[in-house]
Nanobody
Framework: QVQLVESGGGSVQAGGSLRLSCAAS????????MGWFRQAPGKEREGVAV????????YYADSVKGRFTISQDNTENMLYLQMNSLKPEDTAMYYCAASSGYSCSTLRANLFGDWGQGTQVTVSS
């Protein structure tokens, strides 16, 4: 199990930027990958970006490519999501997640077993 705590959400205008952070602790295993997911009201949870913790390979949803960047600081057990050029459709609760699986590049939420409580991002037009 891994405890995950997100921070950095907030309200911004379209075109603005936010940086989300996720602090990981209490590891009983070393995640093979970590990711960011989001869920808007009335919609399913969707994968935004994932990173393989060993090689640092990253994968993004098409909707955020070129605007969002996922990164990690393994020495500090931190995960980040830099979000630029935000759009109203990016409004959602954002979750940090950890997985011991190997197919994380598919961005499927059911591959991730540990989740944070989420941080709200609201983008106004």
């Amino acid at each position: 199990q891994v405890q995950l705590v997100e921070s950095g959400g907030g309200s911004v205008q379209a075109g603005g930027s936010l940086r989300l952070s996720c602090a990981a602790s209490g590891h009983t295993y070393k995640p093979t990958c970590m990711g960011w997911f989001r869920q808007a009201p009335g919609k399913e949870r969707e994968g935004v970006a994932v990173i393989y913790t060993g090689f640092g390979s990253t994968y993004y949803a098409d909707s955020v490519k070129g605007r969002f960047t996922i990164s990690q600081d393994n020495t500090e057990n931190m995960l980040y999501l830099q979000m630029n050029s935000l759009k109203p459709e990016d409004t959602a609760m954002y979750y940090c997640a950890a997985s011991s699986g190997y197919s994380c590049s598919t961005l499927r939420a059911n591959l991730f077993g540990d989740w944070g409580q989420g941080t709200q991002v609201t983008v106004s037009s």
